[in-house]
């Protein structure tokens, strides 16, 4: 998948995003919101890109520091996607629940190096 431009990569990416974009209560769009900010969506089309991920379905579960999505790569096979929130105070809590895993040994401060 090749992309021209940040904006087509940005729309293509949110219409990849599909399960998140329609029939939502006000609860599930305010969801939405907290975890798919634009720099978190251009994350996402990275993985895209890389062949990791294909479609980012619908959420399975819901939290206060992140939630988990049903996601399939390209050969559909199905994965779960953990997106933390960043954007939100409750972000500040998740040093904790990150503090000693090994993936995110030496991250500290900041919340995109997560």
């Known amino acids: 998948m090749h992309m021209s431009s940040y904006e ?7 219409r990849r995003v599909d ?5 939502k209560t006000g609860d599930e769009k305010e969801t939405e919101a907290e975890v798919f900010d634009k720099k978190t969506l ?8 890389d062949g990791y991920i294909d479609s980012v ?5 819901t939290g206060k520091e992140g939630n988990v ?3 399939t790569d390209e050969e559909d096979e199905p994965m779960a996607l953990k997106i ?4 939100t105070s409750t972000f500040k809590r998740v040093a904790k629940y990150v503090e000693g895993d090994p993936r995110f040994k030496g991250v500290t ?5 997560l």
Do not use: V
């Open 8 to 14: 087509e990569a940005y729309a293509y990416l949110e």
């Open 109 to 113: 401060g900041n919340r995109w190096k």
């Open 57 to 61: 379905h619908y959420p399975i579960s």
């Open 69 to 71: 999505f049903y996601a």
């Open 19 to 23: 399960a998140l974009k329609t029939n």
């Open 84 to 87: 933390l929130r960043t954007s």
């Open 42 to 49: 251009m994350t996402i089309y990275e993985f895209m890109k």
